[in-house]
Nanobody, 121 residues
Framework: QVQLVESGGGLVQAGESLRLSCVVS????????LGWFRQAPGKEREFVAK????????DYAESVKGRFTIARDNAKKTVILQMNSLKPEDTAVYYC??????????????WGQGTQVTVSS
């Protein structure tokens, strides 16, 4: 059974940091890209960051470049999103995803339930 379970969300002030984690089970992670997406109230879900199966390549949305870092540890079946210099516009539910297919365009087909991140001004 495939499961992706996110944790680490919360309420912070602008300029502070948060670290999101996602534990993935039921997938051979050496063959899956992992990613983070987010959905703000009233908006569509958007891409945030992704990382290739062995961690050699990463890609970020322009809005988070230089502030967010994605990393993975396949032995621990975990992907993290380190978020620094948070802004109110980063407020959203953040979702972890896993996808097959070639990087940088994997097909994300497995999703977590999401974790809320709220940034106050």
């Amino acid at each position: 059974q495939v499961q992706l379970v996110e944790s680490g969300g919360g309420l912070v002030q602008a300029g502070e940091s948060l670290r999101l984690s996602c534990v993935v089970s039921g997938l051979p992670l050496n063959f899956y890209s992992l990613g983070w997406f987010r959905q703000a109230p009233g908006k569509e879900r958007e891409f945030v960051a992704k990382i290739s199966p062995l961690g050699r390549n990463t890609d970020y949305a322009e809005s988070v470049k230089g502030r967010f870092t994605i990393a993975r540890d396949n032995a621990k079946k975990t992907v993290i999103l380190q978020m620094n210099s948070l802004k109110p516009e980063d407020t959203a539910v953040y979702y972890c995803a896993a996808g097959r297919g070639g990087f940088p365009r994997p097909e994300f087909g497995s999703w977590g339930q999401g974790t809320q991140v709220t940034v106050s001004s």
